[in-house]
């Protein structure tokens, strides 16, 4: 799992760490300098999002998911993103986040060339929420198409990614805007036909480990992805499925 070294979202990095380390998997992590990275702030603790902290903060168990998790030893000592070998690993499960800080991860060559790697291996991909537009960004040198090309996929909406920001720019400025281009319009360009951006159903309520239905995951063959934090829980237990079949 490689991060930035701040501002990715708790969630999305918490929730499939928890679920998948109670399912018997190790959970190695990756950063620009090999120091432990930091989540986006304002997601934990829900500072400045004013009277909408309620729902764009992130939820208690996610909180707690946390910090149980940065406590951890694998991820008080990651790796270097020079130092990850596609060989070592079965899988890439690469999380969102939507703060300044993810640009780094976003826009990483060496992250984008090991997706790449991942892919042409055809070893499990799992990504959610701004995840996807590092998928989306790299760049097979074999077809000069982007690893998602060929695939269906789901990302953070549009509208979703509109809604916080016009909620809160106000006073958070262009916080929820990673980009001048929205997530959806990003990731359909990368793909080769945009109807296989799916949006799935409307994101009214987060999921939880006993209402999985709530959430929403796209599979295509080695690749699975999810839209935003409101489908963590059945992104990692899909992926855990995934990981079964592929091993």
Known sequence: MPLPTYGFDPTEAAIPWLLLTAHGYEVAFATPNGYSSLADIRM???????????????????VTAYYQMSNSDNFCAPLKYTDIQMNEYDALLLPGGHDKGVREYLESALLQSIVVDFFVAKKPVAAICHGVVLAARSINPATGKSVLHPYKTTALLQSQELAAYHLTKLWLQDYYLTYPVTVEAAV??????????????????????????????????????????GDAYRFSMDFIQLLAVSF
């Open 188 to 229: 359909k360009a990368a793909l080769s036909d945009p109807a296989h951006f799916l949006k799935g159903p409307a994101p009214l309520w987060r999921d939880t480990a006993a209402h999985l239905n709530r959430g929403f995951t796209v599979t295509d063959r080695n690749y699975l992805s999810a839209r935003w934090p």
């Open 44 to 62: 934990l603790r829900g500072e400045q999002l004013g009277i909408w902290k309620w729902l764009l903060q992130a939820r208690s168990d996610a």
